[in-house]
């Protein structure tokens, strides 16, 4: 997995200064790339019975549906407010500056379904730990959460104690 991070470009000061952003575009162009990513995670869920990946908009949706379908599970988006056509349950968190609040059907989940929450990143967990909590209302039970890249030094896996988190990247700055 440490050759994956050569093909993630860093650009520094973005999206503002002193942020150093992990751009996975240039890791998803590149075929085998985006393959060992995939198969990463279903090396690393193969036997957690998972019912449903869920994926976290927007770049959840990358990844999401192709581990759904390596893991012969069905596929849940989770959105923004408002983009999803039929009844919503919705959990609004807290970030660094406001809230957010992610939606997804209500019918989405079965009671008791083994879901795995998926997204590219793991930085401070509050969308996570959101998308767990919604899972859990509606009934489901949380699998795991994995993710491509984990940004160790922000500490996101605190706000997700108590469950399985796997991430096939990290950075430590």
Same mark, same amino acid.
């Given at each position: 997995?440490?050759?994956?991070?050569?093909?993630?470009?860093?650009?520094?000061? /973005?999206?503002? !200064?002193?942020?150093?952003?992990?751009?996975?575009?240039? *890791?998803?162009?590149?075929?085998?790339?985006?393959?060992?990513?995939?198969?990463?995670?279903?090396?690393?869920?193969?036997?957690?019975?998972?019912?449903? #990946?869920?994926?976290?908009?927007?770049?959840?949706?990358?990844?999401? !549906?192709?581990?759904?379908?390596?893991?012969?599970?069905? /596929?849940? !988006? =989770?959105?923004?407010?408002?983009?999803?056509?039929?009844?919503?349950?919705?959990?609004?968190?807290?970030?660094?500056?406001?809230?957010?609040?992610?939606?997804?059907?209500?019918?989405?989940?079965?009671?008791?379904?083994?879901?795995?929450?998926?997204?590219? *990143?793991?930085?401070?967990?509050?969308?996570?730990a959101?998308?767990?909590?919604m #899972?859990?209302?509606?009934?489901?039970? =949380?699998?795991g959460?994995? /993710?491509? #890249?984990e940004?160790?030094?922000?500490?996101?896996?605190?706000?997700?104690?108590?469950r399985? #988190?796997?991430?096939?990247?990290?950075?430590?700055?």
């Amino acid at each position: 997995m440490a050759d994956l991070k050569k093909l993630i470009r860093e650009v520094p000061d /973005f999206p503002k !200064p002193g942020i150093l952003f992990y751009d996975i575009t240039t *890791l998803l162009k590149d075929p085998a790339g985006l393959r060992a990513v995939i198969d990463g995670l279903k090396d690393h869920y193969r036997d957690a019975q998972v019912d449903v #990946v869920l994926g976290i908009e927007a770049r959840g949706f990358i990844f999401a !549906p192709a581990l759904a379908y390596a893991l012969g599970a069905g /596929f849940v !988006p =989770v959105r923004k407010p408002k983009k999803l056509p039929a009844e919503t349950v919705s959990v609004t968190y807290d970030l660094e500056y406001g809230t957010d609040t992610l939606e997804m059907h209500k019918d989405a989940v079965s009671n008791g379904a083994r879901v795995l929450i998926v997204d590219d *990143l793991l930085a401070t967990g509050g969308t996570a730990a959101a998308a767990a909590r919604m #899972v859990e209302s509606a009934g489901g039970q =949380v699998a795991g959460l994995g /993710f491509v #890249v984990e940004l160790t030094f922000l500490h996101g896996r605190a706000r997700l104690a108590g469950r399985e #988190v796997f991430s096939l990247l990290q950075y430590d700055k």
